[in-house]
Every structure is written in C-alpha cells, then in structure tokens.
C-alpha cells in the first residue's frame, strides 16, 4: 500500500480529528477549531496543514508554518505531529517532516523549529524525537505539561482583599484591558518571545478563537484596576487547556494568579469540564508551584528543536 502526503483540505477534517485526538490526548480539540486555522494562520505566516493518506484513509499530520513577519531570519515551524498506531513503527513521521522542511526551504525558510514530546503528552512523540534528532535538530527549549482531573480540585480559597473577578464574557465588545494584560505578562515570561501580536492581530488570532471559552476566562481586578487575567481554552466537552495566566509585575506576590486560576477551575467544573491542563516553561518556578497547589500533576514535558540552515 502507497502512503500520499498531500497538502490537507477541509473536507479531510472529520477524518483527521480522530487522528489528532489519539495522538495529543491533553489538547482541546474540535472540528471547527481544526477548519478555523487552516483558514485564519497566524499573522505573518503562511501554513499548510500536510496529510499522509493511505487507501483513502489519514494515518499523518503536520502542521507546516513559515513566519516571514518581523525582524531577524524567516523561520519555519513543523508542528503538531500526529501519527495513526498502525504506521508508528514506520518511518511515516521522518517523511511528513521531510515534506514540510521542503516547503519552508523552498519559500525561503532560514530556520527550522519543530516540537516532540513524552509519550504522556504525545502519543508516539519519541519516535518523532528521533526523527527530529536524526535530522539534525538540536533542543532549544522545555516545556512541562501538567494535568488536573478536575473532580480532585481543591476547595476554592478566600479570595485575596479588594480583588474582584470578571469574565472575559463582560469585555465582549472591548477587550483591551485584557489584551494589555497578555501583552505585558507574555513578553515577562520565561523564555517568551521579544515580540507580541498588535492589538487588532491578537483580537483575530486570539480573542476570535473558536476555542476560546470566555466563561471560563477571568480577569482580576484588585481595587478596581486590572490586574491579571487567566484565559482557557476547551473542547466544549470535557478537556479545557491553560493558554495564558499573568500578573502585572506591581500586583505580583499578592497571589493574584492562584486564586483566579481557583475559581476559573471551579466555573469550568460546574459546566461539566473533567480534565484541565497547562503547560510550563521549565524556568517559571513560580507559576509551576501554583499549578501544583491546585492539584495539577505531571504528565510531561514538550521540547522545542532547531536546525539553523545559515549562519
């Protein structure tokens, strides 16, 4: 039997799902989310979602992403490897990657990144590791991926003085706030990039998502002033992902984050949420020891390769 890797198209969704799902078993997953990105590609960024088919069937995926915006080299990113049982044992992941270096190098590509995890977080990831090691990658950055079955949440804690919480539902026709907050404790993470969406950019990438569950989202205020927000994502099932969680640095220290990140858990359980994760860089000692007060545990870590084409 011939394996093809062609480029996906929307009609191969409702297949690759299931797909996707086996293989990233901790990622909030759904169908429109899946149709969403092929459509809408970061800001600055051309993307192919590549598909390995076999008798008409997906048993593949890679997500192939060139940045040509902002400043420094075009970098290309291969990422969210998926493949089916049946062909883990193959070197069908070594050809997806091959396939997409092909593109970025051909549209001008001048590094390469892509990811690979632990079995926990990515079924058959060690098997892409070699790949990606055989290819001539080399580790850039980790990061942890934790994971709470929401039914052992603590109880919520106290909230701290003068703060109150506001979901992201209230800000619907402006979000601003929200998004200075995101900019801001984005830019101050470990490891984080020197740059961040524009406002306009951010509202479509982001706040647009279809994945985005602004119910569960909150923002902090602490005496009436925004202070620092935590923002999920989730399947509408029952999987739910941490994508950010920030204190502006005069409000840190006053545990802000904990007790918002608390209560957000708490919302997502009474709507019928089970499982709730997050990922980590290793460096955020203290965001890690939040996680871990809330009951999180480790499930495992996630790095960041790269192969640089020219000096």
């Known amino acids: 039997m011939t394996t093809q890797i062609r480029p996906m198209e929307q009609a191969d969704v409702p297949e690759v799902l299931p797909l996707l799902r086996a293989a990233h078993p901790c990622r909030a997953l759904t169908g429109d989310a899946v149709r969403w990105r092929t459509e809408n590609p970061p800001p600055g960024s051309r993307e192919t979602a590549l598909l390995a088919v076999e008798d008409g069937v997906p048993v593949g995926f890679l997500r192939s992403v060139l940045r040509y915006g902002g400043e420094g080299p075009r970098s290309g990113r291969s990422l969210f490897a998926a493949v089916a049982a049946s062909h883990r044992d193959t070197d069908l992941g070594a050809r997806l990657l091959e396939a997409s270096e092909r593109r970025l190098v051909a549209e001008g590509a001048e590094v390469l990144r892509t990811e690979a995890a632990e079995e926990g977080v990515q079924v058959g990831g060690e098997a892409f590791r070699q790949a990606v090691l055989e290819r001539g990658y080399t580790p850039e950055e980790t990061h942890r991926v934790l994971g709470l079955d929401l039914s052992a949440l603590p109880g919520l804690p106290d909230a701290p003085e003068g703060v109150e919480l506001r979901p992201f539902d209230d800000y619907d026709d402006d979000p601003r706030e929200i998004y200075e907050i995101d900019r801001l404790t984005s830019l101050d993470e470990p490891g984080a990039k020197s ?74 359980r009474g709507r019928g949420m089970r499982h709730a994760y997050t990922g980590n860089h290793e460096d955020n000692a203290p965001m890690l020891a939040a996680n871990r007060r809330l009951g999180y545990v480790p499930v495992g870590s996630e790095t960041v390769y790269v192969r640089r084409l020219r000096a």
């Open 195 to 268: 740059w961040f969406p524009s406002y306009e950019e951010w509202r479509r990438d982001v706040w647009e998502h279809p994945l985005l569950a602004p119910d569960l989202s909150l923002l902090a205020l602490a005496g009436g002033v925004p202070a620092a927000i935590t923002c999920y994502v989730c399947d509408g099932e029952s999987r739910m992902e941490s994508s950010m969680t920030g204190t502006l640095r005069e409000f840190r220290g006053r545990g802000l984050a904990g007790y918002a990140k608390a209560a957000a858990l708490h919302r997502a």
